[in-house]
């Protein structure tokens, strides 16, 4: 991920992507316990909006399965933007078939997180995919 560049003392922004309040806020404690500044989105086409908006975020959790545009379409949608090439990009979503973790992947997904999910999981992800604290 985009680390903050030298001198500059802005914190690591996150998006969470979710159409589900209650999970955006799971998430959200997770990763501002980290220090992520933490921004929300409830579909595809929002946290598009929401990236422009903020000029970038390191991290973005993605669920899959939204109104409007869905995670993947997102993830695709995001990747054909080269400055946004360094985001982590980690797929939130109860889809649990291997064709689904592939797809993501091939769309430009740094890692898949299975629901439910705990605290742990999430860290752990975010380690491989370093971006954690
Ligand atoms: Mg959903």
Same mark, same amino acid.
């Given at each position: 991920?985009?680390?903050?560049?030298?001198?500059?003392?802005?914190?690591?922004r996150?998006l969470?992507?979710?159409?589900?309040?209650?999970?955006?806020?799971?998430?959200?404690?997770?990763?501002?316990?980290?220090?992520?500044?933490v921004h929300e989105?409830?579909?595809?086409?929002? %946290? &598009?909006?929401k990236?422009? /908006?903020l000029? =970038?975020v390191? *991290?973005?959790? @993605?669920?899959?399965?939204?109104?409007?545009?869905?995670?993947?379409?997102?993830?695709? %949608? &995001?990747?054909?933007?080269? /400055?946004?090439? =360094?985001?982590? *990009?980690?797929? @939130?979503?109860?889809?649990?078939?291997?064709?689904?973790?592939?797809?993501?992947?091939? %769309?430009?997904?740094?890692?898949?997180?299975?629901?439910?999910?705990?605290?742990?999981?999430?860290?752990?992800?975010?380690?491989?995919?370093?971006?954690?604290?």
């Amino acid at each position: 991920m985009n680390l903050p560049e030298q001198g500059t003392t802005r914190r690591p922004r996150a998006l969470v992507i979710d159409d589900s309040r209650a999970v955006r806020s799971i998430i959200r404690q997770i990763l501002a316990d980290l220090s992520f500044e933490v921004h929300e989105a409830e579909d595809g086409q929002q %946290a &598009l909006a929401k990236i422009d /908006e903020l000029g =970038g975020v390191d *991290l973005a959790t @993605v669920d899959w399965n939204m109104p409007v545009m869905n995670g993947l379409q997102f993830v695709e %949608a &995001l990747r054909t933007k080269p /400055e946004h090439a =360094g985001t982590c *990009l980690v797929m @939130v979503t109860t889809e649990t078939d291997m064709d689904y973790v592939r797809r993501a992947l091939e %769309a430009g997904a740094d890692e898949f997180v299975m629901k439910p999910f705990t605290r742990d999981v999430i860290l752990d992800k975010l380690n491989i995919a370093g971006s954690g604290a």
